[in-house]
């Protein structure tokens, strides 16, 4: 029993490492998923950005009174 569970451990391990290794079998596919995964991680980041400097500019506003228009 031990020595079949070592034995799928020992498969299952050198699968995933020959899936790094080996990169023939990269397509296009994986790249635009990449592509669309830094595009949502920019899109985020500038948002939270955007928010950010929306709260700074908010606070002053506050802080001066307000301003009129």
Not at 9 to 17: F, S
Not at 22 to 47: F, K, N, Q, W
């Amino acid at each position: 029993m031990l020595l079949g569970m070592y034995t799928r451990a020992q498969t299952m391990w050198h699968g995933v490492k020959s899936r790094f290794v080996d990169e023939r079998g990269v397509v296009s596919t994986e790249y635009g998923l990449l592509l669309v995964l830094i595009a949502l991680a920019i899109v985020a980041a500038a948002t939270a950005l955007g928010l950010a400097i929306a709260g700074v500019f908010n606070k002053a506003n506050t802080q001066l009174g307000g301003v009129s228009g």
